[in-house]
């Protein structure tokens, strides 16, 4: 638009400085003649980043450019084993340039913020290391150009999501943590490598993720096979984006460092998931309906779900978790109802205000040494701009005008108010206790009287009153707060015509209008939920304990997360693949295939002792064996071939 | 009568057979050590009556092949000899005896 347009080498540069970034740091890691010291590790990795972030911006304004069509760079052939053949290549168009942007720019801040928040931590160059590995992976797999390009980079951010989140390994809960978040993740991935050697078998080889889209749009694949792998496709984005019922994994994956939280369960891995789904949203609309169905309420009840669970949680960091699962609920209810530019508008304003609301409650903990909202309170006077950062964070969430989150919910709620009113009386209701929750946390964190917080812990070198935080990690989020505010206003600046140019032109149905229904409701919905956080959290009429206790049973399951974990580990874990396949697959290796390996070295061992026998050192012995050997080797030529003599 | 092949093998064979009785019953290392010798002329012979009684002879294109063979087997013979007759010299010096009944330590 403003600038020529970019090469293609420059979007291969966004994706390879974060890379070469974490190899210096590892080498330096490792090889300590190179006199690396951590602080090192922290500049490089912005610079990184910030060279990506600038390319991106390039990349933005490219595509901006192009209308947000495929600027159609050829891809490269990577690997041919005979038939076989895979190229990787780089696909530029609104979706990856705009996932680009948001990308760089959070991982931009969250590194600057880290620098403050992992000060004297004594893996601080190992956290950066990890941290441009995260954000290299990220950025691979939103360019991707092939579904198998994009499939390893999606295995990637697994894998670093799970060093990250156990980063504090040495902590039971941070290892249990990181172990769940990559096996839960993993267990959707699963279905996903189905729906990826599904597409590949039945398209005769193609991965291109364009091709495969333009088949599904010309209904070239029949519908089992479409069925078979937007479900497979789902899977896996259930499991990275944290869909009921593989939802459970991003609460525990609190116990990672915050602003790993901050980059990776609000902007970018648990984004992933929907990113995928609008990546092939073309397959996905050619899909039977039932299917798209399914995803919506798959979505609409994950997001109700977890809202229910935020209200009840007393961790600040949690309480953040279940909104973003809650939000993620609604981006794929919406990619479940067409609503395309909908989902994408919401990921992209969700990404800001969820990453700046993390770094907050970052800043809390950096003040308190706790996530436990018991412990706090009255810190708005301690922490002016964390609180104020916060707030704006959280109106924004609730979707207050004219905040970007109002703007983007009001999309999503607005597909639903055309295509499903059910759907959209339940994503009012979330809106609502959305409301509810942030405020919740607002009023028992900010206000009222100081409650504690904890001794000192690990990584952390305050106790005593609390204090603001340093400007390493306010001036990021004091940054975050202008795309929280502002970033919605693109809705009236053509976003969605942008955000459709990825999409063929049959499917393009997205107009800006405003419903006054939705508009009043969901409104209603997020003043509703403010006013009553404040009645009852802020006013204590009701007292929290007494809605508690009126709300019973529900309360009990609430806070007990529903038993998820309970029926994940206990039942699922522990008796059916424990006890039943477990014990089975156990039995077999130890009786199969130990028993191989073992005969196999048993049996040598006691022919061994039989033959050796035949060694007593008597040289004669062993020269009438040799000539007994030679008169049986003459008869049996005599009795296999009659008289050798006179042949 | 005249002598053909059948005889030559058939003394080589006695040969032979008289050999491995030797040295599969004699106790003394030197008297094994006569055995092989008697053995390898045995095989001597027979190679030598096989060259003599083949068609390569007989046309002429190629008449000394056995010949060629025993030449060969008479050097390694000489060559086995020595180093055999060295190496018991050596291990009755070290053992005081050649009755390889006693000479059998290379065993489990």
């Known amino acids: 638009m403003f600038l020529p347009d970019i090469p293609e080498l420059m979007i291969w540069a966004i994706y390879f400085a974060p890379m070469v970034s974490f190899a210096v740091i590892a080498c330096g890691i490792t090889i300590p003649r190179m006199g690396f010291q951590a602080r090192h590790a922290s500049r490089l ?83 950066f290391m990890l941290m441009s590995l995260f954000t290299m992976s990220m950025l691979g797999l939103v360019m991707a150009s092939s579904l198998l390009q994009l499939f390893i980079h999606w295995e990637l951010v697994g894998l670093t999501s799970y060093l990250l989140v156990g980063f504090w390994f040495h902590r039971p809960a941070a290892a249990a943590a990181a172990k769940k978040a990559f096996i839960v993740t993993r267990f959707g991935d699963f279905f996903f490598m189905i729906a990826l050697v599904l597409i590949w078998t039945k398209t005769g080889g193609i991965f291109d993720i364009t091709e495969i889209n333009a088949l599904a749009a010309q209904h070239q694949l029949s519908d089992a096979v479409l069925v078979g792998f937007v479900l497979g496709v789902f899977a896996g984005a259930a499991g990275k984006s944290a869909q009921f019922p593989l939802h459970f994994w991003l609460p525990d994956a609190m ?15 648990v984004a992933a998931g929907v990113y995928l789904l609008a990546r092939f949203f073309p397959t996905v609309e050619a899909a039977p309906g039932e299917v798209t169905t399914t995803i919506a309420y798959i979505g609409a009840f994950t997001a109700i779900l977890a809202a229910s669970m ?29 609503g395309f530019v909908a989902a994408i508008f919401h990921l992209f304003t969700h990404a800001f205000f ?92 900010f206000f009222g009287e100081y409650r504690g917080g904890e001794e000192v812990d690990v990584g952390h070198d305050v106790a005593g009153p609390p204090h603001e935080s340093p400007r390493s990690m306010t001036v990021p989020m004091i940054i975050l707060t202008v795309p929280s505010v502002l970033f919605g206003l693109f809705a009236l600046n053509g976003f969605g015509g942008f955000i459709e140019g990825t999409l063929p032109e049959e499917i393009r149905h997205f107009k800006f209008h405003m419903d006054s229904v939705v508009l009043a409701s969901s409104t209603l919905a997020a003043f509703g939920g403010i006013g009553a956080a404040a009645a009852v959290y802020l006013a204590r009429t009701p007292k929290p304990e007494q809605l508690g206790r009126a709300a019973g049973p529900f309360y009990t399951f609430a806070a007990g997360k529903y038993y998820v974990d309970e029926i994940a580990e206990g039942g699922i874990v522990r ?25 196999t070295a048993v049996g040598a061992r006691r022919i061994g002792d039989i033959a050796r026998r035949l060694e007593t050192g008597h040289l004669q012995a062993y020269t009438s064996m040799s000539m007994l050997g030679v008169v049986v080797v003459i008869i049996v030529i005599f009795v296999l071939s009659g008289n050798v003599l006179e042949r | 009568m005249t002598v053909d092949l059948a005889h030559y093998l058939a003394v080589s064979g006695i040969i032979f057979g008289i050999g491995v009785a030797i040295a599969l019953s004699k106790r003394n290392v ?14 001597n012979l027979a190679f030598l009556a096989f060259s003599r009684f083949s068609g390569a002879f007989q046309d002429g294109t190629e008449p000394l092949a056995g010949h060629t063979f025993v030449v060969f087997v008479l050097t390694v013979a000489a060559a086995e000899a020595a180093v055999a007759l060295a190496m018991a010299v050596l291990i009755y010096r070290r053992r005081e005896t050649v009755d390889l009944d006693r000479i059998s330590v290379l065993r489990w």
């Open chain 2, 30 to 43: 030197v008297a094994v050590l006569m055995g092989i010798e008697l053995m390898l002329n045995a095989s």
């Open chain 1, 255 to 269: 116990e990672g460092p915050t602003p790993v939280s901050s980059l990776i369960h609000s902007a970018t891995m």
């Open chain 1, 310 to 338: 935020g209200i009840v949680a007393n961790d600040i960091k949690r309480v953040l978790a279940y909104s973003t699962i809650s939000q993620l609920g609604y981006m794929v209810m919406a990619i479940g109802l067409g």
């Open chain 1, 575 to 599: 008796v059916v693949l424990h006890r039943f396949l477990g014990r089975w697959i156990a039995a077999f290796d130890r009786v199969v295939v130990d028993g191989i390996v073992n005969g």
């Open chain 1, 354 to 445: 969820k990453s700046l609301l993390f770094q907050g409650s970052g800043s809390v903990n950096h003040a308190t040494n706790t996530f436990d909202m018991r412990r706090m309170g009255g810190l708005r006077t301690a922490m002016p701009l964390t609180f104020a950062t916060f707030i704006i964070g959280s109106l924004s969430l609730s979707g207050v005008f004219p905040l970007a989150g109002f703007w983007s919910k009001d999309e999503l709620l607005l597909d639903a108010w055309h295509h499903d009113k059910f759907l959209w009386m339940v994503g009012t209701i979330v809106a609502f206790m959305t409301a509810f929750y942030m405020f919740r946390v607002i009023f028992l964190t």
């Open chain 1, 45 to 127: 990795t912005i610079t990184a980043i910030g060279l990506s972030w600038i390319l991106a911006l390039w990349a933005l304004d490219t595509s901006i450019g192009l209308d947000g069509e495929s600027a159609g760079f050829a891809p490269h052939e990577w690997l041919r084993l005979f038939d076989f053949e895979v190229d990787f290549g780089v696909q530029l168009d609104s979706l990856s340039a705009l996932m680009m942007f948001v990308v760089t720019s959070v991982s931009l801040l969250v590194q600057v913020y880290s620098t403050g928040y992992m000060h004297g931590d004594g893996g601080y160059a190992r956290y």
